[in-house]
C-alpha cells in the first residue's frame, strides 16, 4: 500500500492541524478582569503617555501639581465617561488617589453614585509613597489605610503602590536616586503599609515598580524581603528598566494581584523613553496573558499609558480579552 501523501495535501492537513489546536488555545477561560486605567480623551495621533522625556511618571508633566482636587477629579470623571463608552466596566484611577479620597470625603456615596450610572466598579487605586523615610512610616500606612477604606466601600480589590524617592518624584526618580535609599527601611515601611490595610479592609497592596526602582534592583528585594506586600507589576516601566518583565511577572505569579498592561519598544531618537502604543513594542503580551490563562489567574490586567481606545482596541481586538 501507498502511504505517501503529496506536498499541498500534507501542508494542509498540517495548517488545519495548526489552525485547530491554536482555535483551542484561544478559548482558553479568562478567568481575570480587564479593565482600564481611565485617563481623559486624548487628541488623535497623541503619541502614548510617558513617551515625552523628562516629565517624570506618566509623561504628563507637572502639571498636575497646579490642579485643584476637583481639576483632578474632574478629568478623571472624564475618563471614566470615555471607558463607558467603550463598555469598559472596571476603572482604576492612576497617579496617586488623595483628590478622589479627599475630595468625596464624608460623601463616599457620591462617587458610588458615579459608578452606577456608568455601570462601572473602581478596580483600586494607585498610592505613592516616600518609602525609604523611616521617620514617615506611621503617615504612610495611614494615608495607606484611608485609600484602602475608600477603596472598600466601593467594592473594589487592590492599591498599587508607587514609589517615590525624593518629594514630588511621582515615581518618576531615576536609579540613582533609589539606590541611595535604604532598601531595609523600604521593605519594612511598605510590608508595614501592605500588613495594616489588609487586617483591616482586606484590600490588597501591590508594589507597582517603575524605571528607576525596577533598575535599582528593587523588585527582586522587595519580593523577597517582604511578607504582606503584594505584586502589581508595570510591565512596560520594568522593561524600560532593562529587566524581562514577563519572565519577572511568571517569577512572581504568586504574589501578583494585578498588572497594568503597558509596551516598550527600545528608543530609536535621543531623549525618548520608549512607551509605545500596545502590540507595538517588545514585550510578549499575547504571551503574557496566555500564562496568566493557563494559571487561572484572577486578579486584574488594567490597560495604561495609550489612551483609553487604543488600549481598549488592542486588548479586546488582538489579544481577546473581555471587559
Same mark, same amino acid.
Given at each position: ?91 482604576? +484611577? ?11 470625603? %464624608?460623601?463616599?456615596?457620591? $462617587? ?5 450610572? /456608568?455601570?462601572? +466598579? ?10 525609604? /523615610? ?95 506586600? /503584594? ?61 496568566? +490563562? ?10 495604561? %499609558? ?5 488600549? $481598549?482596541?488592542?486588548?479586546? %481586538? ?6
Amino acid at each position: 500500500m501507498d502511504h505517501s501523501i503529496d506536498r499541498r495535501t500534507f501542508l494542509s492537513a498540517t495548517a488545519a492541524a495548526t489552525l485547530t489546536a491554536g482555535n483551542a488555545w484561544a478559548q482558553t477561560k479568562q478567568t481575570f478582569f480587564a479593565g482600564l486605567v481611565a485617563a481623559p480623551p486624548r487628541p488623535p495621533g497623541a503619541p502614548p503617555l510617558g513617551q515625552a522625556p523628562g516629565q517624570g511618571r506618566g509623561g504628563q508633566g507637572g502639571g498636575r501639581a497646579s490642579q485643584t482636587n476637583q481639576e483632578r477629579v474632574e478629568a478623571f470623571l472624564r475618563g471614566m465617561d470615555d471607558c463607558a463608552r467603550l463598555g469598559v466596566h472596571y476603572i482604576e +484611577k492612576s497617579n496617586g488617589p488623595d483628590p478622589l479620597v479627599e475630595f468625596y470625603k %464624608g460623601r463616599e456615596a457620591d $462617587y458610588h453614585a458615579e459608578l452606577e450610572k /456608568r455601570n462601572q +466598579k473602581l478596580a483600586g487605586l494607585a498610592n505613592n509613597c516616600h518609602a525609604g /523615610r523611616a521617620e514617615l512610616r506611621q503617615t504612610m500606612v495611614d494615608q495607606n489605610l484611608r485609600t484602602a477604606r475608600f477603596v472598600k466601600a466601593m467594592g473594589g480589590k487592590y492599591i498599587a503602590l508607587v514609589l517615590d524617592p525624593t518629594e514630588g518624584s511621582d515615581g518618576s526618580g531615576n536609579e540613582a536616586a533609589f539606590r541611595k535609599l535604604d532598601f531595609k527601611v523600604i521593605a519594612a515601611n511598605v510590608d508595614e503599609m501592605a500588613r495594616t490595610a489588609f487586617e483591616e479592609t482586606g484590600i490588597e497592596t501591590g508594589y507597582h515598580p517603575e524605571e528607576g526602582d525596577s533598575a535599582a534592583g528593587l523588585v527582586d528585594y522587595l519580593m523577597d524581603n517582604t511578607k504582606h506586600l /503584594r505584586f502589581f507589576p508595570d510591565v512596560g516601566w520594568m522593561q524600560m528598566a532593562g529587566m524581562d518583565a514577563v519572565a519577572s511577572c511568571k517569577k512572581y505569579y504568586s504574589r501578583m494581584n494585578g498588572m497594568h498592561m503597558r509596551d516598550f519598544a527600545p528608543p530609536k531618537e535621543p531623549g525618548a523613553r520608549g512607551i509605545v502604543q500596545l502590540g507595538q513594542g517588545i514585550i510578549d503580551l499575547a504571551g503574557l496573558m496566555d500564562f496568566l +490563562k493557563q494559571q487561572k489567574f484572577t486578579g486584574f490586567v488594567m490597560g495604561e %499609558g495609550s489612551g483609553n481606545q487604543s488600549n $481598549y482596541d488592542y486588548m479586546s %481586538g488582538k489579544l481577546g480579552l473581555k471587559f
